[in-house]
């Protein structure tokens, strides 16, 4: 009876774990995610989410941001944790319950480089996701859902874009966010009570009519939370 308790106690740590880093970008009009192109088995030569397994003496947040920096050589980023993927069959060469961590970030201010077992590194259209290896659809589906929720309540969005945008880029990227068309008009109406700081710049270098610069004022908008219950919500 022991004996078989035993047995049964040690297959509770057989377990491996993992960090997957779901990094997002905007760029071009288009919102978009960093893969990698594996170059090891399982599932060499396809495109990835940036993952590996966790030491042992490992932190979950330490993990993720070695594992980041050694495969795309991105670091010193805000990463959020997310949700956790445990099916059994999700790896094939094992039990291994994975924990998705995700970040946005300006994409002309990191450096993304493939390295250690990374063949290849692409940003790639949130609308255009391959398939990936492991249950990597999935967890991108499910993280997608949390940002998109974010963006609606939470100033995200001006970690993706440069800082200083257009008010027209500011609307591309929930448009792209959400697929869908925003009147020009309701939108600069909605966006009104966010502090934003209009600069006495324009756009360079376009050819279309170039368009005024805004920056998000961060301070101002912590001290509105804090006065009034300011929320924002988009």
Known sequence: MTHNYKIEFEKFFSYSLSV???????????????????????????WA????????????????SRILFDLTNIKNIELHQSQTFGKPDRHPQGRVI???YFAM???????????SWANEVKWVPIQRIPKLAFDHNEIFNSS??????????EPICFDLLPDKFTLNELQQ??????????????????IK?????????????????PAKL??????????LVNQRNFRFKM
């Open 193 to 209: 009570p966010i502090p934003l700081i209009e600069h006495n710049e324009k756009q360079k270098n376009v050819k279309h009519r």
């Open 49 to 64: 989410i940036p993952g590996d397994l966790v030491y042992p003496e490992e932190d979950l947040e330490e993990a993720a």
């Open 144 to 153: 997608l859902e949390l940002l998109k929720i974010k963006l609606s309540n």
């Open 98 to 100: 994975t924990c998705a």
């Open 105 to 115: 970030v300006k994409i002309d201010e990191v450096n993304a480089i493939a390295s």
């Open 173 to 190: 990227l929930y448009e792209y966010a959400y697929k869908v068309n925003l009147n020009k008009a309701n939108f600069r109406k909605k």
């Open 20 to 46: 997957d880093c779901l990094i997002f970008g905007f760029e071009e009009g288009e919102i978009k995610l960093l893969l990698i192109k594996r170059n090891m088995d399982p599932f060499k030569g396809d």
């Open 214 to 223: 805004f920056s998000f004022d961060e301070h101002k908008f912590e001290r």
